[in-house]
């Protein structure tokens, strides 16, 4: 009997480090992928008579063509795609019923169309994962909206917020599964003031609702622009990695130690247009481009955002350089 306990307690004991190993390398795929690409898909960046109204809005998100951007990002070679839910105008991709109860905003200014679920769709054939992006405040400029979801912005606990934009969280999370691969959320500003608690809600509680249905979910913490690449929290599996100057992030240094960065995947994410979603041109040649991202890609994965088109099209002076740099890259 104290034989059988003893090897039942071994058996439990393996268990746990076997879950805890799989958690630990939940972004491994991500360095496996090397580099992926991002849009901003924003009315007010793209197309900004796409918010007069919420029908307006669906208009443009009906007219996202999901099979013929899957196809370009094939050619160019992304290992994953990153796409905007939303951020300041209130205006979100997906439909999400939590946050029309919490924001009381009628008609809904989430679209009717599954953006995220259809995109899953177009890019599966390919074999290129999809993660979304979220702010971790209530959308700004949307002033129902945050007197609705108590969000004050700055230094402050926000304790209710949290509370709620978990619950938006996690009903998208519900609702995708397995089809989102990872999180990117931004404004992460105040960690000590918003996250760091001991009892929930904190990182922790965040990072569980975007889990909710896909344990297997990656996500990370973005606080802005820092070219010290760092991790926010134990519970993030891979760095922000924001960069307004590509050439200055170092994945090296005295934080990274076994492939990580005190814990996390180092990452970056920076742009190849003039600005962050917009630009008529590259800003930087294909030499460069492709340089940086084959050094960063030997320690871990570079994300380049690409203007986008209100069609869900990239442009074509951009999908080709990043066809330039699948090429250069060797694909997936």
Same mark, same amino acid.
């Given at each position: ?51 007069? =109204?919420?029908?307006? +809005?669906?208009?443009?998100v009906d007219g ?8 370009? !990002? @094939? *050619? /160019? ?92 969280i996690r009903e ?13 959320? =931004?404004?992460?500003? +105040? ?14 509680? !965040? @990072? *569980? /609702? ?123």
């Amino acid at each position: 009997m104290v034989g059988h306990m003893l090897a039942r307690c071994l058996w439990i004991s393996l268990l746990g480090l076997v879950s805890a190993g799989q958690a630990q390398d939940r972004a491994q795929w991500m360095k496996q992928a090397r580099w992926g690409v991002m849009t901003h898909y924003l009315a007010e960046w793209i197309a900004p008579e796409a918010h007069r =109204d919420a029908e307006s +809005w669906n208009r443009m998100v009906d007219g996202f063509d999901a099979q013929g951007l899957a196809k370009q !990002l @094939a *050619a /160019a070679g992304a290992g994953y795609y990153l796409i905007t839910l939303g951020q300041n105008s209130g205006f979100y991709i997906s439909p999400n019923a939590a946050y029309d109860r919490l924001a009381g905003i009628q008609p809904s200014k989430c679209a009717r169309r599954d953006l995220v679920a259809d995109l899953h769709e177009a890019l599966k054939p390919y074999g290129i994962r999809l993660m979304v992006y979220l702010p971790s405040g209530a959308p700004g400029r949307d002033a129902a909206a945050v007197k609705a979801l108590e969000w004050t912005r700055g230094p402050y606990p926000n304790r209710e917020f949290k509370l709620k934009w978990e619950r938006v969280i996690r009903e998208w999370s519900l609702r995708w599964g397995t089809k989102v691969s990872g999180w990117w959320l =931004d404004g992460c500003y +105040w960690p000590n003031a918003m996250y760091r608690s001991p009892e929930a809600p904190n990182f922790a509680s !965040l @990072a *569980a /609702a975007v889990r909710a249905r896909n344990p297997a979910s990656i996500v990370a913490f973005n606080n802005g622009v820092i070219y010290s690449v760092i991790s926010l929290s134990e519970h993030e599996d891979y760095t922000a990695g924001e960069a307004n100057e590509p050439e200055r992030i170092n994945f090296g240094g005295s934080r990274f130690a076994n492939g990580r960065v005190d814990g996390a995947y180092p990452h970056m994410l920076s742009y190849l247009g003039s600005t962050w979603g917009k630009g008529a041109a590259p800003r930087f040649s294909d030499a460069q481009v492709i340089g940086w991202t084959r050094k960063l890609a030997e320690r871990g994965a570079v994300t380049w955002d690409a203007p986008i088109q209100p069609n869900g099209l990239i442009p074509e002076p951009f999908l080709r350089q990043l066809k330039a740099l699948g090429v250069a890259l060797g694909g997936t």
